[in-house]
């Protein structure tokens, strides 16, 4: 019986992991682009700082709608809501319009 070899642990025979020099470099290089990549992103994405309604003329409708919602959107979204005064859907027409009424 006593030229039985002794029981060892497998564990024991191999080799402590070498780590190669890069790794930490490549570590360094995936956390610097990611939180570039990041900042980059929010920067790209974010609320503007002012909101700009035509509201349509002073004493019409949407002027009022325009500024009710100005005012909830302040408040939601903690930003500037301005309403501009505009003389309606005519300023997009693209040429004047003309009374064509004849008296």
């Known amino acids: 019986m006593n030229s ?3 029981i060892t642990n497998p564990l024991q025979t191999v080799p402590p992991p070498t780590w190669h020099p890069l790794i ?3 570590a360094c290089v995936v956390l610097l682009s990611s939180i570039t990549v990041t900042v980059l ?3 790209q994405t974010r609320t503007p700082a002012q909101i700009t309604i035509a509201g349509g003329p002073p004493d019409g ?3 009022k709608q325009a500024e009710s919602l100005a005012k909830e959107r302040t408040y939601r ?3 500037w809501v301005k309403v ?3 003389n309606g859907s005519l300023e997009n027409l693209p040429f004047p319009v003309q009374d064509t009424k004849t008296s």
């Open 4 to 6: 039985e070899t002794p």
């Open 24 to 26: 930490p470099w490549l």
């Open 41 to 43: 992103y929010r920067l």
């Open 61 to 63: 409708c949407y002027h």
């Open 77 to 79: 979204l903690k930003i």
């Open 84 to 86: 501009d005064k505009t």
